[in-house]
């Protein structure tokens, strides 16, 4: 019996551990810049008002939960503000992103799976080596590659390509590429395991059947990948429609996202009220793709049953 309800007190520990760890570094924080976003911007150290005194017992509570208000969110949602055009920008760069990833991601990751056992781990480790730099030094090494006298500029009109500098940084196509560029490895990971994982006898039966090397792809393949793909999608959606760094430095004028949006309402405008609204709504934003995906892979297990 002595065993046994240690074994069960293990089996919570084991259980509570990340739940505790969700609520310590996750939900207390949102809970946090939730309260914030329902506040009012003051000029006082915090720069945000009501707080809350529980010195003054019910009648405190009741006076702090009384003076919160939804006009942040009302002033974000707006159609006169540029938030709205910021999630919308940011959601079709980010889904963009996504799609030039899946398709460079891809087949980087069908060759790795493919290939001899032996070199697999090198490959990759080959994947994964830009993780050992820095993502701020990597992103600023594209500054020096796309500017008008960069490498890439000076390459092509050395070889008698161009006669003028092509104008790629400081416009979409720079941010693009920034993406694409630092999240591939967030795309090629799972697609590796995904094909990895593949029975290649399905292939050498569909091969005997006379199934040509196309269309066994397309109905073996690429179907059973689909996890892998899922996988890889989302991470690298969801950080991509919050990223800031990538636009500001590769990104222009008119390179409108929400990330770049929110840090310019926090530092320049010094609104921790709206800035936290446009935090908390991102938030919703990314949950819905999440969502999604748990209830397709939740369906496919009952189906699986």
């Given amino acids: 019996m002595a065993m ?16 505790l760890w969700l609520l310590a570094l996750f939900l207390a ?7 914030i976003s329902l506040s009012q911007d003051v000029v006082a150290q915090p720069p945000y008002a009501p ?12 006076d702090f939960l009384s003076q919160l208000s939804l006009a942040n969110y009302g002033y974000v949602l707006d159609f006169s503000n540029e938030f709205l055009e910021a999630y919308g920008s940011s959601l079709v760069i980010a889904s963009i992103s996504t799609v030039l990833l899946l398709l460079v991601g891809y087949p980087i990751a069908y060759g790795m799976a493919r290939a001899p056992r032996s070199i697999q781990p090198t490959l990759l480790m080959l994947v994964i080596l830009p993780f050992w730099t820095s993502f701020l030094i990597r992103v600023y090494a594209w500054i020096g590659i796309l500017s008008p006298e960069g490498l890439l500029n000076q390459g092509l009109m050395a070889l008698g390509v161009i006669d ?8 979409n196509l720079a941010v693009y590429i920034g993406i694409v560029y630092s999240y591939l490895p967030f795309m090629v990971l799972p697609l590796y395991s ?9 292939l050498e039966a569909a091969a005997d059947l006379g199934c040509p090397p196309t269309k066994a792809f397309w109905t073996i393949t690429f179907p059973l990948s689909i996890p892998g793909v899922a996988a890889g999608a989302l991470l690298c959606f969801i950080p991509a429609v919050g990223e800031f760094v990538i636009p500001d430095l590769l990104g222009g004028s008119d390179t409108l996202m929400i990330g770049k949006s929110l840090w310019t309402e926090f530092t320049v405008n010094r609104s921790w009220t709206v800035s936290s609204a446009v935090a908390v709504l991102l938030l919703l934003v990314l949950v819905i793709p999440i969502v999604i995906y748990q209830n397709i892979q939740q369906r496919e297990l009952e189906a699986g049953k």
Avoid: C, H, M
């Avoid at 069960?8 to 084991?14: A, E, I, K």
């Avoid at 924080?29 to 309260?35: A, E, G, H, R, T």
């Fill in 29 to 35: 924080p949102f809970l946090i810049v939730f309260k």
């Fill in 194 to 202: 995904a094909l990895e994982k593949l029975d290649l006898t399905l």
């Fill in 4 to 19: 046994a309800g240690e074994k069960g007190r293990g089996r919570w520990f084991v259980i509570a551990v990340p739940y």
């Fill in 164 to 171: 003028t500098p092509l104008e790629i940084l400081n416009t």
């Fill in 51 to 62: 707080q809350l005194d529980l010195s003054n017992g019910l009648a405190g509570l009741t």
